[in-house]
């Protein structure tokens, strides 16, 4: 197993997770597998229970896996399935340990961070850096592993002097410990460091500054960890004269350093790592640069071709977002990402028109009424309507008012979770005229109890006790919208997160209205698709389709919203080409191969009981 390690320096938001899944991008494209390990130093055990507003989306796994939204670029970018375990954090590795310690397995001995949640933290990457995720058996080639924050910082006050430790960033000195024993565990040519750095142009001078970057690799080589490979993020290419710089003050050969400058979207990135040779310099720190005596080169075509596409696309796509998250892009990145796909997929140029939902509604008309105008023209003027998932009541009444105009006016509606429940609201109160209809987790109390609380789910415990993963959805109307674009599919697997669900005992009065349930769970009283017959399309799912979608394999239900909105529906129906990724049978996530990898310049000391098969060697290639 080889490991690359990535890691950020300067400043936050520099794009580590794009450039994680890149470099994973790039060494898949030159035959290698390749898995993923994302390291969040945070003190929950997942981001099942924090705000969007925080740390952006929480990204679902097919195991229920509520994780950081990291995990699904991993996804995205590789086409690949992970696992909860994929994703690290101090919670986690805190709580295995304190597990451990009450079972008596360090009887007798002191815990304490070092060794115990080091080596916790090194047994774990090692444990799931052998299971599979492309459905293939056997473990991966590589393992890639982010780790979450800046490390390399320097601040100064009276309180500290040092210069190396970023307040911000304590949590993660067990883990740059933890990496720094792993890199000598797995010995030379086995562990390669990518750093990713700034360097930023001041405006008063217009000249590309390296200090930061040398700064931020002095902090990372007096925390124990030495760079491999730089790269530099700026917003226009690197000067060769600041390379040699860098290379002079960091100790990275030029040939080392990459320079991942602004570009035009993000599927660039990987031919900016090819283009500059960046896999050369990573696999011959990992000592595979050869496959016999040929140098391995990356095969790119169908990224360059979709990168290409992307940029040359004039005919735009008008999609209103309808949330209440939209002043953090982060808060709904899966359903972006999905849009875009099914859009290059359907040759159109996406626009997404960010309409807060509380500004739809009737109060704004008189708290902010520039807001409220500008919000319904927004909403007008689009081609098409997207209300994703959510909690609480903010924001509510805005969103059924976007179903209802939707619905009225003929205008392509895609709802997800909770806009799937706000569709079922709005036709309850217009069309049954059940004035009083609405969910009880905004009304309790409510007379028409069209959505309800899930009898499995837990009231006194928020995480992890939604309705969570891969769930299995049985078509009940074969001539449906929804069944012809999962290519006439008899059932489809998608992925869940919801505690509130339709009310089944109403579902007969919905249907004799007009309101179709195409889509249910395996026992056919849970509802997990509707659509109105009669409209262009209008549609809503219980579960997340954007997490399941893929740059070459858009999800179905968003490309029928991407051609209903530009008038190409009913050739997409017509065509027997819809992609279909998600009738296939379950995953092999989770499969352990018995064959066991060794590390030919390791350094343990001792086997390891959770390991995948406990084989390991020394120095000399001796098992033990």
Known sequence: MKYVLVTGGVVSGLGKGVTASSIGVVLKACGFRVTTIKIDPYLNTDAGTMSPFEHGEVFVLDDGGEVDLDLGNYERFLDIKLTRDNNITTGKIYQAVINKERRGDYLGKTVQVVPHITDEIQDWIERVAMNPVDGKEGPPDVCVIELGGTIGDKIFSPHNDSGILDAGDIESMPFIEALGQFSYRVGPGNFCLVHVSLVPVLNVVGEQKTKPTQHSVRGLRGLGLA????????????????????????????????????????????????????????????????????????????????????????????????????????????????????????????????????????????????????????????????????????????????????????????????????????????????????????????????????????????????????????????????????????????????????????????????????????????????????????????????????????????????AAASGQLESLLRSCNVANPNSTKACTNGIVSSKPRLYSNGHLKKPLNSLVNGYYANGNGIPI
Request: aromatic share 8%; net charge positive; proline share 6%.
């Open 227 to 562: 760079p491999d490979v730089l790269a530099c993020r700026s917003t226009e290419p690197l000067e060769d004269h600041v390379k040699a710089k860098l290379s002079q003050f960091c100790h990275v050969p030029m040939s080392n350093i990459v320079n991942l400058h602004d570009v035009t979207n993000i599927w660039h990135i990987p031919l900016l790592l090819r283009d500059q040779k960046a896999h050369e310099a990573i696999l011959k720190v990992l000592e595979l640069q050869y496959s016999g005596k040929v140098p391995r080169e990356p095969k790119l075509a169908e990224w360059t071709k979709r990168a290409t596409k992307f940029d040359n696309l004039k005919t735009p796509v008008k999609i209103a977002m309808v949330g209440k998250y939209t002043g953090l892009l982060d808060s709904y990145l899966s359903v972006i990402k999905a849009l875009s796909h099914a859009s290059v997929f359907m040759e159109r140029k996406l626009v997404v028109e960010w309409v807060p939902s509380c500004d739809l509604e009737d109060s704004a008309a008189k708290e902010t009424p520039e807001s409220h105008i500008k919000a319904w023209k927004l909403l007008k003027a689009a081609d098409g309507i997207l209300v994703p998932g959510g909690f609480g009541d903010r924001g509510v009444q805005g969103k059924i008012l976007a179903a209802k105009y939707a619905r009225e006016n003929d205008v392509p509606y895609l709802g997800i979770c909770l806009g799937m429940q706000i569709a079922v609201i709005e036709f309850a109160r217009s069309v049954m005229k059940l004035r009083g209809a609405n969910s009880t987790e905004f009304d309790p109390a409510t007379t028409s109890p069209c959505v309800i609380f899930m009898p499995e789910g837990s009231k006194t415990h928020m995480g992890a006790t939604m309705r969570l993963g891969s769930r299995r959805t049985y078509f009940h109307i074969s001539g449906c919208k929804s069944a012809k674009l999962y290519g006439n599919a008899h059932y489809v697997d998608e992925r869940h997160r919801h505690r509130y669900e339709v009310n089944p005992e109403m579902v007969p009065d919905f249907e004799r209205t007009g309101l179709s349930f195409v889509g249910k769970d395996e026992s056919g009283s849970r509802m997990e698709i509707i659509e109105l017959p009669s409209h262009k399309f209008f549609i809503g799912a219980q579960f997340h389709p954007e997490y399941k979608s893929r740059p070459g394999k858009p999800s179905p239900l968003f490309l029928g919203l991407i």
